[in-house]
């Protein structure tokens, strides 16, 4: 059984930052691609940046320059490091699991940018 948690949401003022981590356990990490979605209040949801097995990064536009995505595969966690946030940041912040057997996902993290 796949699982995957998220954790390290939170409150802060614009500017700020935060670090996001999700640990999974149930398939063989290093093949999957692992993604940052965020979904904030009356909106869809939306990517935010991804890492494939050999460590190549995505971002959305939105975020990048300000964002960074990493990986440990050791430890089975991938990483959103999250600077200068701001209000429009604000979201539910959801890990995603993909590989060739499925998609899989967390219950999500809270953001709260105040400003």
């Known amino acids: 059984q796949v699982q995957v948690v998220e954790s390290g949401g939170g409150l802060v003022q614009a500017g700020g930052s935060l670090r996001l981590s999700c640990a999974e356990s149930?398939?063989?990490?290093?093949?999957?691609?692992m993604g940052w979605y965020r979904q904030a209040p009356g909106k869809q949801r939306e990517r935010v940046a991804h890492i494939s097995s050999a460590g190549t990064t995505n971002y959305a536009d939105s975020v990048k320059g300000r964002f960074t995505i990493s990986r440990d595969n050791a430890k089975r966690t991938v990483y959103l490091q999250m600077n200068s946030l701001k209000v429009e940041d604000t979201a539910v912040y959801y890990c995603?699991?993909?590989?060739?057997?499925?998609?899989?996902w967390g219950q999500g993290t809270p953001v709260t940018v105040s400003s």
């Open positions: 995603n699991v993909k590989n060739t057997k499925g998609d899989y």
């Open positions: 149930g398939t063989i990490f290093s093949y999957n691609v």
